[in-house]
């Protein structure tokens, strides 16, 4: 994991004297700093200390000795991390080729392996909106001819490019653990994939996209898969037709307690699964006639909805808006504007390329088209800011940036312990190996 800006402003400042003589060699003159204190703090409390660092200073920390670098074996220490550890809304990005919609751009600026396996290394940009940093991760274990499709609980979840039949696997990309899923029942192309992971459950939703023919699609089916703590599981035995005619978004879906959304076209509007009951049903869309570019997004529990409004044959002035879903289901209610003067410049930027979005916690990222601008709302703050592009690729931050393909965001909660996919190690079933 490499830090974006390594030198990291300190909370207060330290002042250290060096003497000679008597006194002793690096004293700090900073009663905070004395070692005769921190030296005798109890190894469950700086255990405890540990646990609350942000994952790139954990992972620096563990150079520091033996047992700190055994820390993540130890399942006190990770029973105790699941516990205190502050949820952190970060945000993980890949590079995508615009031709084909689902294909990961695979990075080769490394090579190959020193053994001779010229296999491309799948890699990811992790985003902290806290402290506007990019950190790389690199996802070595992930073979060749999978796409991450969607992220929930610490977990990414990658699917096979190929049509047919889909094989997906479950990654923790902080620990490098990999898990396999049943293959779907259905064959499809580029089916919308929905994920839910909590501490005693994992649901995923494949959706649209079914091969009719070898060379025709429609999007005609779900398919779920569920297994819990209390040891009931569906392998892909629940089904669910999709309403008639509907134009999902391939490859977008949000979860928001217990159902997913995604967005529906010609004309827009919402379309929800709600898996407990295996159902699907529509929500009409606001101003859906005079959308650009919307996108669904989740914030705090409940679905936003980001849109471009053109409207000016009514005398409306153009925007950028976003409005909640209530608790009804049924009903949006605006609640936030981009201010006319940044929108002015959002419009001259994104030059009506287009526009995506992705939210996670208090967080909105907006990512332009063809550009390597990008903009950060906080919605608690009311604060809108210009993102840096990521410095670990070429092009910047563009969505569909020439050669250096489309950027496709996940929210993404990092953490050290996901020991939720030890339910899946009760499953006997033969699996397919991957390995290359």
Request: hydrophobic share 40%; aromatic share 14%.
């Amino acid at each position: 994991m490499d830090a974006f800006n390594t030198s990291l402003p300190l909370p207060f400042t330290y002042t250290f004297t060096i003497s000679t003589g008597n006194s002793s060699m690096g004293t700090t003159s900073n009663p905070w700093m004395d070692s005769r204190i921190w030296s005798k703090l109890p190894q469950r409390l700086l255990d405890r200390v540990i646990a609350f660092l942000p994952p790139p200073a954990y992972f620096r920390a563990r150079s520091v000795c033996k047992r700190w670098y055994g820390l993540l074996f130890s399942n006190s220490f990770l029973e105790m991390y699941m516990q205190v550890s502050p949820r952190r809304h970060w945000f993980l990005f890949f590079k995508q080729k615009t031709m084909l919609r689902t294909y990961i751009y695979r990075n080769n600026n490394n090579g190959g392996s020193s053994n001779g396996d010229n296999r491309a290394i799948y890699e990811g940009y992790l985003f902290d909106p806290y402290d506007i940093a990019w950190y790389r991760l690199s996802f070595t274990l992930i073979p060749p001819g999978f796409s991450p499709s969607s992220s929930s609980g610490g977990l990414v979840c990658w699917v096979s490019d190929e049509a047919g039949t889909k094989n997906l696997i479950l990654c923790n990309p902080l620990v490098g653990s990999v898990t396999q899923l049943p293959p779907t029942l259905r064959p499809r192309l580029f089916p919308s994939i929905g994920l839910t992971v909590s501490p005693t459950s994992i649901d995923v939703a494949v959706a649209g996209d079914d091969l009719i023919s070898p060379y025709a699609v429609k999007n005609l089916t779900t398919e779920s898969f569920h297994i819990d703590a209390g040891g009931f599981y569906s392998l892909w035995g629940t089904t669910s037709s999709l309403p008639r005619l509907c134009s999902l978004e391939s490859g977008r879906m949000v979860n928001v307690q217990g159902k997913f959304y995604c967005m529906n076209y010609s004309p827009f509007s919402v379309l929800a699964y709600d898996i407990s009951v295996n159902n699907w049903f529509k929500i009409q869309a606001p101003m859906r006639r005079f959308l650009r570019s919307p996108s669904l997004v989740e914030s705090r529990g409940k679905l936003i909805l980001v849109a471009a409004v053109e409207k000016s044959k009514l005398n409306v002035p153009k925007s950028l808006r976003l409005w909640g879903l209530q608790a009804c289901g049924t009903t949006w209610v605006e609640i936030e504007r981009m201010p006319l003067q940044l929108y002015l410049q959002f419009a001259e930027v994104e030059g009506e390329n287009g526009f995506e979005c992705v939210g996670h916690g208090e967080f909105i990222v907006i990512m332009i088209r063809q550009s390597d601008r990008a903009l950060l709302f906080d919605i608690c703050r009311k604060r809108w800011q210009w993102i840096p592009p990521c410095p670990y690729i070429h092009g910047g931050f563009g969505v569909g940036g020439g050669e250096g393909g489309e950027l496709h965001g996940f929210a993404y909660e990092p953490r050290l312990a996901t020991p939720v996919v030890g339910l899946l190690d009760q499953l006997t079933l033969p699996f397919q190996s991957f390995s290359g």
